[in-house]
């Protein structure tokens, strides 16, 4: 009999569309995960600027595609507000590949609002939370200490959402 959350209970997993890794090699990283997953490319954001926080950016090469119905996001910490991806990655330089995060999409800004609001309320960390006007709201709430990973919430706005379709799929 398979085991049934109970009514009311919280899960840190509904709406997952996402597996997130960070890498100190961004482009031995992408062939990689190429091959692991029959990737055959990714859409590349280099450079890519965005909002951690009140006056707080992160600098960051990020890759998607999908693998079947689950986007893998890479992302190259650069600088800025990147330490909480560093600090999964070697000290000593060497070649890696890490997991991350889970990303959850919520089907409204709203809805997000209330999980944040849920997160803050219990005392969760919430090392990122950011808006990038006319594009998503998102945060980064810390599971390490349960799972290991962070969990990403993200609503994309109605401008974004059109968007989200040119990232490749295998």
């Not at 597996?19 to 490319?41: M, P, S, W």
């Not at 890759?63 to 079947?68: E, F, I």
């Amino acid at each position: 009999m398979a085991a049934r959350i109970p009514q009311g209970a919280s899960a840190p997993f509904p709406g997952l569309y996402q597996v997130a890794y960070v890498t100190n090699d961004f482009e031995r990283a992408l062939r990689q995960f190429g091959v692991t997953h029959r990737i055959g490319e990714f859409m590349k954001l280099p450079e890519m600027h965005y909002n951690t926080g009140p006056d707080r950016e992160a600098v960051c090469n990020v890759a998607l595609a999908y693998s079947g119905a689950l986007e893998i996001e890479v992302i190259q910490p650069l600088s800025g507000d990147v330490q909480f991806y560093k600090d999964y990655l070697p000290t000593d330089g060497a070649f890696t590949v890490r997991f991350h995060h889970l990303s959850r999409l919520f089907e409204s800004k709203a809805e997000l609002e209330q999980q944040v609001a849920e997160y803050r309320k219990a005392g969760r960390a919430l090392p990122v939370d950011g808006y990038s006007p006319g594009t998503a709201r998102y945060f980064y709430a810390d599971f390490r200490a349960e799972a290991g990973h962070y969990m990403e919430g993200i609503y994309f706005e109605p401008e974004a959402q059109a968007w989200l379709a040119s990232i490749p799929r295998f």
